[in-house]
Nanobody, 125 residues
Framework: QYRLVESGGGLVQSGGSLRLSCQVS????????VGWFRQVPGKEREGVSC????????RYADSVRGRFTTSAEDNRSVVYLQMDSLEPEDTGVYFC??????????????????WGQGTQVTVSP
């Protein structure tokens, strides 16, 4: 029902910025929420941010609040993750995911069924 493709990853120095994009192809008209997650080898996938379509809800993980900003086109066809003041600890594979909007924008991966393939972000010291 949904197809997601991430882009915009790459290598950046500490303190730099990157903007990730998530192209969302949807075949249903129900409101959706889109979450950004990241994962490093040996660790669980961590929720970074969420943007909801119902009520325009936004949520951020404590580790990125104030440095990362999520935004979206009006129809949620593209969702962005602007990452500023990047730190080596931000290194990982970044995924976007979507699900029917639950009205609470969770950051738990178990709440999302549809995922992109991920894009690598590497922050050098």
């Amino acid at each position: 029902q949904y197809r997601l493709v991430e882009s915009g990853g790459g290598l950046v120095q500490s303190g730099g910025s990157l903007r990730l994009s998530c192209q969302v192809s949807r075949f249903r008209s129900e409101p959706i929420m889109v979450g950004w997650f990241r994962q490093v080898p040996g660790k669980e996938r961590e929720g970074v941010s969420c943007i909801g379509e119902r009520g325009q809800m936004l949520r951020y993980a404590d580790s990125v609040r104030g440095r990362f900003t999520t935004s979206a086109e009006d129809n949620r066809s593209v969702v962005y993750l602007q990452m500023d003041s990047l730190e080596p600890e931000d290194t990982g594979v970044y995924f976007c995911a979507t699900e029917q909007d639950l009205g609470r924008c969770p950051l738990q991966q178990s709440e999302y069924r549809f995922w992109g393939q991920g894009t690598q972000v590497t922050v050098s010291p």
